[in-house]
């Protein structure tokens, strides 16, 4: 299921190796050596098991398809797993959440934690950055908050992993805020209103100049969610691993309270950060789509002052 290109996926997996080069250089010495520093960022590595306290399930391969050079594979991976884990336990949450308003208009216990993050996003992303207009797109701009958020939280369970820490997944994201940053500049401005916007307002002469520059910009801002995501949240492990590798590295228990602590507050950190790259993503992808929308509400301006 996941679709990451033959090239990228290489450099993917060459990147935990990397690392344990540079840590057995630093660290120097036979007992280095002795350790596969690769061991332990296998956690950050999509793969065809799930860990289990005791051992690890097997998950269904189906060979790879290739279609026009590029390959992509439909085999059932951890990411994938966890994903639909993550979607699961979001349905579940908001299904059960509505029952309860049915019963009773006022919430309790975690349907009134829910009703706190709905509340949050409506005022504090949609209505800042959108105004009422964009309130038609809050149930969409929930989800990935919520979607998102919960697939980060999952890595810090035990054997859990972290979606997000796979480049096809926030690609994905990345890729469904694209199109509603369209939708919404379309249906605010009209599509004769959007194409115009493309060329900038600049004389015709100018447009094999303008219309690549727009278009690039187009594409720019759901890449960089996408990287920034992905990024952050493999940070974090790595910097995790990197200090529990200390441990093994110099295999002695007088080193070991340093990097455990650390570790530690990292963990907790990753809390944070977890939920601030929710509330990153979200906010940025409701901003993007309020600049369209307010572009045709400046178009419309103009055209009454005509």
Request: hydrophobic letters at 50%; proline letters at 5%; glycine letters at 8%.
């Amino acid at each position: 299921m996941p679709f990451i290109p033959s090239n990228m996926a290489d450099t993917l997996r060459q990147a935990p190796q990397a690392v344990a080069d540079t840590m057995r250089s630093v660290a120097g010495g036979e007992q280095a050596e002795q350790f596969n520093f690769t061991h332990l960022f296998s956690h950050l590595r999509d793969s065809h098991e799930i860990d289990i306290p005791f051992g690890h399930i097997n998950l269904p391969h189906f060979p790879a398809v290739t279609i026009g050079g590029i390959t992509i594979d439909l085999s059932i991976t951890r990411h994938v797993v966890f994903l639909w884990v993550a979607g699961i336990i979001l349905i579940v949450a908001a299904v059960s959440s509505a029952r309860k308003y049915r019963r009773s208009p006022v919430p309790s216990g975690f349907a009134s934690a829910l009703e706190t993050i709905v509340i949050f996003v409506r005022d504090d992303i949609v209505l800042d950055t959108m105004g009422s207009a964009g309130l038609k797109y809050l149930p969409y701009l929930i989800t990935t908050f919520l979607f998102i958020l919960i697939m980060n939280l999952l890595g810090l369970v035990p054997y859990g992993v972290t979606s997000t820490t796979n480049i096809a997944v926030t690609g994905g994201l990345a890729f469904i805020s694209l199109v509603m940053i369209q939708v919404a500049a379309i249906r605010e401005q009209g599509v004769k209103a959007y194409f115009k916007h493309l060329t900038g307002g600049v004389p015709w002469y100018l447009w094999p100049i303008m219309v690549p520059t727009e278009l690039v910009g187009m594409f720019t801002k759901p890449f960089a969610l996408c990287l920034r995501l992905f990024a952050n949240m493999n940070g974090g492990h790595m910097v995790v691993l990197s200090f529990i590798g200390l441990i093994f590295i110099f295999k002695s228990y007088l080193v070991s309270p340093v990097p455990v602590l650390f570790a530690v507050g990292i963990s907790l950190l990753e809390i944070i950060v977890a939920l601030l790259q929710a509330y990153i993503f979200t906010i940025l992808t409701a901003l993007f789509m309020g600049t369209g929308m307010q572009a045709g509400e400046h178009e419309g301006h103009g055209h009454e002052k005509v």
